[in-house]
């Protein structure tokens, strides 16, 4: 296929994982977003990133010139209020400019849901996908329920529910039946429609093997994550009132909370079996989808650069505050003389007899406490006083990955209520200094895992901070 495919919402949840399928599948993309700078620098070499805006038909024409086949994936339920009415605007005007193109088809990713039992968040997600029915050009709308993958609107409420809370006092609309499917299935149905022989028009439901309840979904989440949890319903939440609970504990806005419930109200099940004739896919089932989400997670989680990730949080230079997914993270960068090799140098000599440059006594304490809780605590050392390589014990840490001169990153062994990692990187700064980039990262487990870090904070701030100041000492000290 020579011709451009059309992507909108490369930089939404869906949109950013279908994109990289796109370009491994070696299709010719062009990404369409209102601010391009945010997708630069994240797409292949080959895929255009040009200025477009749903809302802004004059910006149109241009993102589908030499187009055939447009995926769309905008979607307005943040918008504070009238978001109904944004979606119809932005789906005409979209309809609109791709007829005139000559575009000859569209897919489109909407929400499951029975005529009569649709909220107003879910009429308007199907309302849009008539809209492009009805331009004359052959669409193709998948409609799928929950969706599982980190970054999900109803995974992370689920997530942060279940983490945060050992008793969940929930609204009836937990009973509610769903039919959830991995976003790895839901990228592969949406390339495959590239290829579906379609004569005309049609909506596909798509979702994984098993119909449960969003309590059930919960109980699934908690037994992957090692976590005991009640469900309690109660009759007395209303929409409104369930959405400010949700703002307290989850990372949804109020108002985008409201939408969601009201979609959750009703079962979002697959109907009919078209999607098993017209594709040869079989999705998984709930416990696999959500077991790979979790993996995918973490090795994409271990894969981060987190010296990338704090700048793009601007010239910030210290963090505490900083959320990936369901971990926390404290970050803090240090700039020094000298080159990037005499920096790592004192990194990589931490622990054992050097120890961790700021209250070692505090490090001797901590690994009392965890000997007592039958932990490794503080006895094992180090194998080499002035070399790691992957699997090295350090003290109660273990070397999980390191570039010499570059990147180490330490995962701990001792007892805690979650996992944990320490990171340093190291990379050259203009003048012939190095940057340190610093990280500590947790990943809490339930409601004591988060008591535990922020309990904890003031004791980590210090050791963190003074941490990252010895290592600098340390690299100023070094023999040039």
């Known amino acids: 296929m020579s011709d451009r495919i059309l992507l909108t919402g490369a930089s939404g949840y869906v949109g950013a994982r279908l994109l990289p399928a796109l370009e491994a599948a070696g299709l010719r993309v062009r990404c369409m977003a209102r601010r391009p700078e945010y997708l630069q620098g994240r797409v292949a070499p080959g895929t255009e990133v040009v200025r477009g805006d749903v809302l802004d038909p004059s910006t149109l024409p241009a993102a589908f010139a030499g187009v055939q086949t447009a995926y769309y994936l905008v979607h307005a339920m943040g918008v504070r209020r009238g978001f109904v009415e944004e979606e119809r605007r932005g789906a005409e005007a979209f309809a609109l400019a791709a007829r005139q193109a000559g575009v000859r088809r569209l897919i489109y990713l909407g929400g499951l849901g029975s005529e009569g039992e649709l909220s107003d968040h879910l009429h308007s997600r199907q309302a849009v996908g008539q809209i ?40 009836r609309w937990v009973r509610s039946r769903a039919q959830p499917i991995g976003i790895e299935d839901v990228v592969a149905y949406l390339v495959a429609a590239l290829q579906l022989e379609m004569p005309g ?7 994984g093997k098993d119909q449960l309840s969003y309590a059930e979904l919960m109980q699934e989440y908690a037994r992957q994550r090692g ?52 594709f040869s896919l079989r999705p998984r089932g709930v416990r696999e989808a959500m077991a790979r989400a979790l993996t995918n997670e973490d090795r994409e989680f271990a894969a981060t650069r987190w010296s990338d990730a704090l700048c793009s949080q601007g010239d910030l230079l210290s963090t505490g505050g900083l959320h990936f997914g369901r971990r926390l993270v404290d970050s803090r960068i240090r700039v020094v003389e000298g080159s990037a090799a005499a920096a790592f140098a004192p990194i990589e ?29 503080m006895r094992r050392g180090r194998r080499d006083p002035h070399h790691l390589a992957p699997g090295d014990t350090v003290d109660f840490w273990r070397v999980e990955a390191i570039e010499p001169g570059r990147v180490l990153r330490l995962s701990a062994q001792m007892k805690l209520p979650g996992r944990a990692w320490l990171q340093f990187e190291v ?39 003074g941490m990252l100041r010895g290592i600098a000492r340390a690299a100023r000290a070094a023999p040039r």
């Open 227 to 278: 976590l005991r949890r009640w469900i309690v319903p109660v009759p007395v939440l209303t929409p409104w009132l369930s959405s400010l609970w949700l703002g307290l504990v989850t990372p949804l806005y109020a108002r985008v909370g409201r939408k969601l419930i009201d979609s959750l109200r009703h079962d979002t099940v697959v109907r009919t079996d078209l999607a098993d004739r017209l």
């Open 201 to 207: 028009s049609t909506v596909v439901e798509i979702g």
């Open 427 to 465: 990379e050259r700064a203009e003048g012939g200094r190095s940057r340190i980039h610093q990280t500590a990262i947790f990943d809490p487990r339930g409601l004591g895992g988060l008591v535990y870090w922020y309990a904890l904070y003031p004791v980590h701030y210090l050791i963190f901070t």
């Open 349 to 377: 000599r931490i622990g054992g007899a050097v120890g961790w440059y700021c209250a070692n006594w505090i490090w001797r304490v901590r690994g009392f406490a965890d000997l007592l809780l039958g932990g490794p605590g």
């Open 132 to 171: 492009l029915r009805e331009s004359g050009i052959v669409t193709l709308e998948f409609r799928a329920s929950v969706i599982i993958g980190s970054g999900s609107l109803s995974f992370e409420m689920i997530r942060a529910l279940v983490d945060k809370l050992p008793v969940l006092i929930t609204p």
